[in-house]
């Protein structure tokens, strides 16, 4: 759904970026729980090119043509979709489940996957998930299985994903095992070393998502900030 030259899935990338330090989030952490930013991107424009077709072949009256069409390339009619979540374990049932920051959601669709000797039904809204991976241009599904069911950041890296079209991934650019372990965050903003281009799309992504999270922490240490006691006259 996402075209080579075009990561439509940022928009939501940066409100996660933001989520990481939200009350939520430190309430999950607070409470043993792993904090996890599910994003996914949508595409309409099949239905309005269904809608065209129709009309070409007399069954409806009107179609509008908004997508163009090179709306796959230009992302005119994509959208992100961002979704928090709380992974927690119940050691007595040895059962992994979710809180969610948006409790109410639509019971309609999603999907079902196994959590121990169980089978748990999962929202539309965290049914797939794009791994937030910003040395690579094209975005890759996670197994949601395991991401579901993942606890720690070990296993987050342990992941596996898949993408649409595998030619525009460069498995050079991989995050090694080490290196996403120590990684505190949902998201790779990818290191300058690694970008050979400093001017192209993929570099201004990865620096707007470095000056956000910079921002962010800065922010984050004014509130954190102790207060010092004023000395009183001796």
């Known amino acids: 759904l996402i075209h080579f030259y075009k990561r439509t899935d940022v928009k939501c990338t940066k409100?996660?970026?933001?989520a990481e330090q939200s009350k939520f989030a430190k309430h999950c952490r607070k409470h043993k729980g792993f904090?996890?930013?599910c994003i996914n991107t949508l595409d309409v424009s099949p239905y309005e090119w269904i809608r065209l077709k129709l009309k070409r072949s007399k069954l409806i009256r009107s179609a509008r043509n908004i997508c163009g069409t090179r709306g796959h390339e230009t992302g005119t009619c994509q959208f992100c979709t961002a979704t928090f979540l709380c992974t927690k374990y119940n050691r007595l049932t040895g059962t992994v489940w979710q809180s969610y920051k948006s409790k109410k959601?639509?019971?309609?669709?999603?999907?079902?996957?196994?959590?121990?000797?169980?089978?748990?039904r999962v929202p539309f809204k965290a049914s797939f998930c794009d791994k937030q991976d910003?040395?690579?241009?094209?975005?890759?599904?996670m197994d949601i299985s395991m991401f579901l069911?993942?606890?720690?950041?070990?296993?987050?890296?342990?992941?596996?994903?898949?993408?649409?079209?595998r030619k525009h991934v460069q498995d050079d650019l991989s995050e090694g095992l080490d290196e996403c372990k120590k990684?505190?965050?949902?998201?790779?903003?990818?290191?300058?070393?690694?970008?050979?281009?400093?001017?192209?799309?993929?570099a201004r992504i990865?620096?707007?998502?470095?000056?956000?999270?910079?921002?962010?922490?800065k922010k984050q240490g004014r509130k954190i900030k102790p207060k010092t006691k004023k000395k009183g006259n001796k």
């Open 149 to 165: 069911n993942a606890r720690y950041q070990q296993d987050m890296c342990r992941i596996t994903s898949s993408a649409e079209d």
């Open 15 to 18: 409100s996660c970026l933001m």
């Open 134 to 141: 910003y040395c690579q241009m094209k975005s890759e599904a």
């Open 35 to 37: 904090f996890k930013c």
């Open 183 to 202: 990684r505190q965050s949902n998201i790779r903003i990818c290191p300058r070393k690694l970008l050979q281009d400093g001017n192209s799309p993929l």
């Open 105 to 120: 959601f639509n019971p309609l669709g999603g999907v079902v996957i196994k959590n121990n000797t169980n089978f748990v």
């Open 206 to 217: 990865n620096a707007v998502l470095g000056r956000l999270r910079s921002e962010r922490n």
